[in-house]
């Protein structure tokens, strides 16, 4: 499908009914393709935020004393 950026103001729905649909959807502007949008693959939905978890090794002080830790002034001398 294609869809100028008119369309893609106007009609988002639309636009992004198709992509629900499986369709690549390709946005031009001024006649030219400038973008495409694909529908998000399944095992891209499930994959997490490499962040997520990161602090679960650290068993030796819960994760609120860590934050207490590294938000504490710091004292010069």
Same mark, same amino acid.
Do not use: C
């Given at each position: ?5 008119? %369309?893609?103001? *106007?009609? $988002?729905?639309?636009? *992004?009914?198709? $992509?629900?649909?499986?369709? %690549?959807? &390709? &946005? $031009?502007?001024?006649?030219?393709? $400038?973008?495409?949008?694909?529908? &998000? ?15 679960? %090794? ?18 010069? %001398?």
């Amino acid at each position: 499908m294609e869809a100028t950026t008119r %369309d893609l103001r *106007l009609h $988002t729905k639309e636009v *992004l009914s198709a $992509t629900r649909r499986g369709e %690549d959807v &390709i &946005i $031009t502007y001024r006649g030219k393709p $400038t973008a495409r949008l694909v529908p &998000i693959q399944e095992e891209q939905k499930a994959d997490r935020n490499p962040g997520f978890g990161m602090w679960a %090794d650290h068993q030796e002080l819960g994760v609120d004393q860590q934050v207490r830790n590294l938000r504490k002034r710091r004292k010069f %001398d």
